[in-house]
């Protein structure tokens, strides 16, 4: 088996999720179906990106109303792309990208100027001491959601969640992406992390000091489902492992015979 060169966040978790599933992912490079219920979330990602690219520091900064356009334009966009029926909450994710980028909201990314990063991608060699007390090496990548700049040279991190609102302290994907944009960036290092959950009633952003053992915790997550695939790329060993949460969330439960499928209200896209 050829498994990838190098783990992201999104790969440990459907390794550990159903090895199947991972298999048909990053081996086979199966045709993917997102399920309708995730599509909604897919494209409020896109738009909620278009937005704050809109906002990276340039010569001559946009008007709230010339971001809400372009934000308004990509999700216009994403609706068709993903092939969200017009029926399902476009009305609702009108007014969500509305409240993102409403003019106080806006005004203050421009005159700070703290928004420095959109959907970057990141790739950095790792180390870490996995729950077998060894040190392990591997190729380790993530695309960020959102890089702040904070006062004192310090960045906060984010990461757009678009289901049910919850505490980010200990959250694995944010302690890794603290780890590989520190790798990529010392001299600006993360002071702080975030969970924003744009779906609710008001802006939800749930903000935490990042404490140092957070990444290292997270880096060990990752470089464990890497010993285990490459374990299993030896050994060919990657059944389903079948659940209603796992399969009505998989891009493959259309083509696999373990899937266990309900239909899902709109959810979150990671
Ligand atoms: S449908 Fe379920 S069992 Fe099949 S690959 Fe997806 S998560 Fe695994």
């Not at 702040?148 to 505490?167: N, Q, S, Y």
């Not at 053992?213 to 059944?239: C, K, M, N």
Request: charged letters at 25%; aromatic letters at 6%; proline letters at 7%.
């Amino acid at each position: 088996m050829e498994i990838p060169e190098r783990i992201s966040y999104s790969q440990a978790r459907s390794w550990n999720t159903c090895r199947y599933q991972w298999r048909l992912m990053y081996v086979d490079h199966a045709d993917a179906v997102t399920p309708p219920g995730l599509r909604y979330g897919a494209a409020l990602h896109e738009a909620l990106a278009a937005g704050f690219r809109s906002l990276l520091p340039a010569d001559v900064m946009p008007g709230p109303s010339t971001v809400r356009d372009v934000a308004l334009d990509a999700l216009s966009d994403a609706w068709d792309k993903h092939d969200v029926p017009w029926s399902e909450g476009y009305d609702e994710a009108v007014e969500i990208i509305e409240r993102q980028f409403r003019d106080s909201i806006v005004r203050g990314h421009v005159v700070r100027r703290d928004v420095i990063a959109v959907e970057e991608f990141l790739k950095s060699a790792v180390a870490g001491v996995t729950h077998d007390g060894v040190i392990r090496h591997a190729t380790v990548s993530a695309v960020l959601d959102l890089v702040l700049k904070l006062p004192g040279d310090l960045v906060e991190i984010r990461d757009h969640k678009l289901g049910a609102p919850r505490a980010s302290g200990g959250d694995p994907q944010l302690g890794l992406y603290a780890a590989l944009w520190d790798a990529a960036h010392p001299e600006l290092p993360v002071g702080m992390v975030s969970l924003s959950f744009p779906t609710g009633g008001e802006l939800d952003v749930r903000r935490i000091d990042v404490e140092p053992i957070w990444p290292a915790r997270s880096v060990s997550y990752v470089l464990r489902a890497r010993d285990e695939i490459e374990d299993a790329a030896v050994h060919g060993d990657t059944p389903p492992n079948p659940s209603v949460h796992a399969c009505s969330r998989c891009d493959f439960a259309h083509r696999c015979p373990a899937a266990v499928v309900v239909a899902l209200p709109r959810a979150r896209v990671d």
